[in-house]
């Protein structure tokens, strides 16, 4: 069992409203994976992420969530923890928006939403890992008082390890 508390999976902010997974959301997931350029994700497999993603989250008490905009009530991207790169007592914080809805500060808003559900999970240190090109990622974090800690490198480049100490 984990020694800290689950992290709330239902966040809200301002303009925007982050809760568990849906399967009506796997179009959407798919849409978002297509934009990224990566491999295309078929309609099945954005359903078996989805409930992957929400067995993940009970066992370990984080997970990345849906974001939806209350006004338009659409859904925009993800933004939440993972272990990713780093741990379960000292994870990740990561995000992906549609870039129709890019510089609006969503992510910034949303993240900041994400930080203090894990403050309130006990934790006391999060890590985000980023490609050196990814000026708008740097940014958010920047925002949010993270601080660059230490590069790595795999087959694809450098990746830049950003840190936050949590109150
Ligand atoms: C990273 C990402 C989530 C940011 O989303 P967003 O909602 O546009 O972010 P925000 O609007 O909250 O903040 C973005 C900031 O970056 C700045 N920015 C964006 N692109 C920039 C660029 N090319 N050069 C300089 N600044 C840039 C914006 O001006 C803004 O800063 P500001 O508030 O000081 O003006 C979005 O770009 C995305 O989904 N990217 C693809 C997925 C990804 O890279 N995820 C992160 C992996 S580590």
Redesign the pocket.
Known sequence: MSAYEPMSFHLETERLILQPWAETDAEALCALHA??GDGNLTVEEARELIANGLASAASSGIALLPIRRRVENDFI?Y?GLLVGRATIEEPEI??????R???????????RAVLDAAIATGRRRLW????TW??????????LDFERDHTTTDDRGDIVWLTRALP
């Open positions: 934009e990224r991207g933004c990561a995000y992906e928006l549609f870039q809805v890019h510089g609006n500060g969503y992510a910034t808003e949303a993240a985000s890992t980023v490609r990814n000026t708008a990622s740097f940014r958010v974090l920047d925002k």
